[in-house]
């Protein structure tokens, strides 16, 4: 049994928008991830989505407002909620998500699960 | 709907072993610890157990060996398997926990749940 290395594992990949799976918890992937640019307008039905931003900014829009977020700073979209994350530049991002879950909220559009 | 920044949760109290609440996902309490010295034995036999250090450095004890976390490191505990957090200085460590976890894996002896 041994740490993850946030830092160590962002190193390895620099597409943006493409998750990589580092870990697990109590039926949860732990995932990391690179955004820069605007992703899709989404929502979870079944999930919240976690969002801990590593470093750089990011902002996640929702149908009311925005999110304004940088190193150290939370944002949990709860279950149902239409968001659009967004970041002008690259930001490093740990998600949490139950296992399986479509980061677009719909399995044909989702990026491919991968394990790191 | 706001940003949770860890930085800034974690200036308002200053004890040790002490995790506040800071947030939800999913059934799970988001807490924010300060640690040093010494915890104790225990598990949790229902949840694994999720370390992050923010900053500063931590060991979590295993019956088999130890684990080194520094900044931007995870740990998960297992469910059911014993380990004891100890910490040589301050460090500052964001957990999950189902909610309603005690700290030390039994009600009797828990921290309070404290929510900021």
Known sequence: MKAINLADKLSTFAEHWQPRVVGQFNGHDLLVVKVKGEFVWHKHEDTDDFFLVLSGRMSIRLRDGVVMLGPGEIFVV??????????????????????????????????ARRVI
């Open 78 to 111: 709860p279950k149902g909620v239409e968001h659009c994350p967004v970041a002008e530049d690259e930001a490093h991002v740990l998600l949490i998500e139950p296992q399986g879950t479509p980061n677009t909220g719909n399995a044909a559009t989702a990026a």
